[in-house]
């Protein structure tokens, strides 16, 4: 597949199901990978399918999605990370789960940062910001590292969680 975005070490594309599928799976059934994702128990295969299904239809509504990572040294999955914008979401974002085999390689600050650059620059975006529920120390560093600050608390993320996120961001010309 055609990469959208490439970094020294990582490739972004498109998701596909066929190549992506089976370690997207095994990331989201994760229960540390999930604890601060809608509830920390890890999705089964079904559910990681339909979360598939769900990122690939983001792209078609709005044009851009969550990307699948791949380690361009060993072609393997890392994870998924990219612009998202759901409804009931409060602002444009970028997110990131990397796959637990790949944590603290500094995947999530490189390919954030390559997105965080695509929302500005591409897609036009003035504004970025990532949603964070509270406690979770990793993604704040990650967030903190890719420039951005905290913005304001949320009671909730509607469909995901009931727990307080905060709300991370940055401007365009900060």
């Known amino acids: 597949m ?3 975005i490439e970094t020294e070490r990582l490739i972004l594309r498109d998701v596909d199901p066929a190549l992506d599928f089976d370690m997207w799976a095994d990331c989201f059934s994760d229960k540390d990978t999930m604890t601060f994702i809608g509830g920390g128990s890890g999705m089964s295969r079904a559910t990681a ?3 598939m299904a769900t ?4 792209k078609t509504i709005r044009g851009y999605s969550f ?3 791949i380690e361009k040294s060993t072609g393997e999955w890392v ?4 612009p998202w914008n759901p409804e009931g979401w409060p602002e444009p974002e970028i997110g990131w789960t990397i796959h637990r085999k790949h944590w603290r390689k500094g995947y999530a600050k490189e390919a954030g940062a390559a997105c965080v650059d695509y929302a500005f620059h591409t897609l036009g975006w003035n504004r970025v910001v990532h949603t964070i529920q509270v406690g979770n120390v990793g993604s704040e560093r990650t967030a903190q ?3 951005s600050k905290k913005l304001y608390v949320m009671d909730g993320l509607p469909g995901v969680t009931k727990e307080k996120c905060w709300i991370w961001g940055q401007d365009k010309d900060a």
């Open 79 to 82: 994870g998924r990370v990219g």
């Open 67 to 69: 990307m699948s990572v």
């Open 55 to 58: 990122v690939m239809g983001h």
């Open 145 to 147: 590292a890719l420039g």
């Open 49 to 51: 399918w339909r979360h």
């Open 2 to 4: 055609k990469p959208i």
